[in-house]
């Protein structure tokens, strides 16, 4: 029985994917959980596996084909297993027949054009067939979004039939984002997905620099069961920005801006999942407010010891420039093809936003110095009260890997989970990994009293 390899879902806002090169060929011999092809996404790039043992029979989306999330990118079949041509372009319009039509090559001379964005009349109308029209009506499709295969630009009905697959696919993880009061008239930016009755919430704080973004990869996994919320800290992404001279943007003061943040949102007691210096705030919180707090995920965590890269504060300090974005993203990824231009424009872009390069200076400055972090939470770990468990990139060149075993031993029950090969930005390098992580710690959790 073939096995349809389809292109997965990474992330929340995920549609579609790009094949960026095929490390297995047809006629290989695949086993189950070996690469199979590279996809880039508008966050990552990252290998797509083999789902089962077999034969790749066949490669369905060509190097430079973007794909829609579940649509079909080849077909494996068992060993020893013998089906024709026809027969696999017969199979693969039953098992996928949206993405199938859209996506498959070689076999039809409309198979092989590039979905691109649909050409307009003089008008301003998009240009789709009758049927389509038709369809589109039917389906609550607006035709404005949708990509083209036909000629000269023309929208076809299967084009629509796939862009409705793909719209269920993302109203399934609807994102919802909204700016919320801490006082003092000021508001931090958070989204949220997925059931609204889930307990625990599951609140995600990033590290400096960075912004929610960071985790869309580990909540796409993570959406379907759980309620997520992932924030911006103050002085971060769509938080505001105040003057430094009149904010208190140490690891206390953000940790007292998120506890406010979910008091509002009445996401509380939620287990806080903090990167870096957001694991140094989920800490604070767990310590101050543990009435807020379910269970602790500290990755590449902030706050357990006391040695830094000093290249961090370097860049930080740095004039913003594309250079210096690539610099900083150079340091925390190992995997270096993670280091895409549209990665490095968007960290420049951020840092160019009003207040953004003052507030981070002021954050780093409070937070670490020449000589390591100026925390005081090392001497605390032993006080915290609820579950914790301490992901780590064993390549980490931010913070050292040493951390993560003083302070599993530190923090009453902690577990430690180290993750070969993997820099100081786990959820990105290694986001199937820490997702899964991250649900059975949560699933460990005793029921609340």
């Known amino acids: 029985m073939p096995t349809?390899?389809?292109?997965?879902?990474w992330g929340l806002t995920m549609t579609t994917g790009t094949v960026t090169g095929w490390i297995a060929s047809e006629g290989d011999e695949v086993i189950a959980g070996t690469p199979l092809l590279t996809v880039e996404t508008e966050k990552a790039v990252n290998d797509v596996e083999a789902p089962a043992d077999g034969v790749l029979r066949k490669i369905v989306a060509d190097a430079g084909a973007e794909v829609p999330v579940s649509g079909p990118v080849a077909v494996i079949t068992d060993s020893g297993e013998t089906l024709s041509d026809e027969e696999i372009v017969a199979w693969l319009a039953t098992a996928a027949p949206a993405a199938a039509r859209g996506t498959a090559h070689g076999d039809t001379a409309r198979a092989e054009r590039q979905a691109r964005p649909a050409t307009r009349d003089d008008s301003g109308r998009v240009n789709a067939s009758p049927a389509a029209r038709k369809l589109a009506k039917e389906l609550g499709v607006d035709l404005a979004s949708v990509e083209a295969t036909g000629g000269n630009g023309r929208i076809t009905s299967d084009d629509v039939e796939r862009a409705s697959a793909t719209d269920t696919t993302a109203d399934a993880a609807t994102v919802r984002g909204d700016h919320v009061a801490i006082g003092g008239g000021r508001k931090l930016f958070a989204i949220q997905a997925g059931p609204e009755a889930a307990i625990p919430p599951l609140v995600f704080l990033h590290g400096l620099g960075g912004s929610r973004a960071t985790w869309m990869n580990v909540l796409g996994d993570l959406v379907d069961r759980y309620?997520?919320?992932?924030?911006d800290l103050l002085g971060h992404g769509q938080s505001d920005k105040p003057d430094p001279e009149a904010t208190d943007?140490?690891?206390?003061?953000l940790a007292a801006a998120v506890g406010a943040a979910l008091t509002e949102l009445g996401l509380h007691p939620a287990v806080l999942i903090g990167h870096s210096l957001g694991g140094a705030v989920a800490i604070q919180l767990a310590l101050e407010q543990p009435d807020l707090v379910r269970g602790l995920v500290l990755i590449d965590s902030a706050g357990l010891g006391s040695e830094i890269n000093p290249d961090l504060l370097d860049r930080v300090e740095a004039e913003p420039s594309l250079d210096e974005a690539r610099q900083l993203l150079d340091l925390f990824y190992e995997n270096k093809r993670l280091i895409l231009d549209r990665g490095v424009q968007e960290m420049y872009q951020s840092q160019l936003a009003?207040?953004?390069?003052?507030a981070l200076r002021a954050i780093a400055n409070a937070s670490f110095g020449r000589d390591g972090q100026l925390l005081e939470l090392q001497d605390r770990l032993g006080d915290l009260t609820v579950p914790a468990i301490v992901i780590w990139g064993e390549a980490d060149r931010v913070i050292p890997a040493a951390h993560a075993a003083t302070a599993s031993e530190t923090i009453p029950g902690a577990w430690l989970e180290v993750l070969e090969t993997i820099g100081h930005v786990p959820q990105v390098e290694a986001a199937p990994a820490v997702a899964k992580l991250i649900g059975e710690f949560v699933q460990s959790l005793p029921d609340p009293a």
């Open 227 to 231: 309620h997520v919320a992932a924030l």
């Open 354 to 358: 009003p207040g953004a390069s003052e």
């Open 249 to 253: 943007y140490s690891v206390v003061g």
């Open 4 to 9: 349809l390899v389809k292109m997965p879902k």
